[in-house]
């Protein structure tokens, strides 16, 4: 089984929203490429609303982590993109993000704010990577 030892190294504020290190031991590594909010046919999911594309987002990580044969505890990194970021959509996103990794303690996480992605109507893509056995 693998293992994930999720750091909170002395003298770094300390964020409940990620973990700043994680030290992952495992057989396999998945990578998931960016996630968008769209649907199995690829239609575009709640244009306009960041926190429900995140929650899609992350709906759409959780199918690819399936296929894989893991889950959400075993991701040890997200990336998340967030097209013309500014610090009060934090909140949104955290929120919308916070539901998937409830009851653990979640991944290393880096928010990079972006002035497009590669449709216009997706507002957040977000990419995991998880280690399992």
């Known amino acids: 089984m693998s293992k994930l030892e999720k750091l909170r190294p002395s003298g770094l504020?300390?964020?409940s929203a990620y973990s700043h290190v994680?030290?992952?031991?495992?057989?396999r590594t998945i990578y998931i490429a960016g996630q968008v909010s769209t649907d199995e046919e690829g239609r575009v999911v709640a244009e306009g609303d960041l926190?429900?594309?995140?929650?899609q987002v992350m709906h759409n990580i959780g199918l690819a982590l399936k296929s894989a044969g893991a889950s959400y505890s075993d991701i040890v990194k997200i990336t998340t993109?967030?097209?013309?970021y500014r610090p009060e959509l934090r909140p949104i996103i955290g929120k919308a993000r916070s539901v998937f990794f409830e009851g653990m303690e979640p991944p290393a996480s880096t928010l990079i704010g972006v002035t497009a992605l590669a449709a216009?109507?997706?507002l957040?893509?977000?990419?995991?990577?998880?280690?399992?056995?």
């Open 13 to 15: 504020h300390h964020n």
């Open 22 to 27: 994680v030290v992952a031991s495992g057989a």
């Open 51 to 55: 926190a429900a594309q995140t929650t």
């Open 81 to 84: 993109f967030v097209v013309g």
């Open 120 to 122: 216009p109507e997706w």
């Open 124 to 133: 957040i893509e977000i990419e995991a990577v998880a280690v399992v056995d």
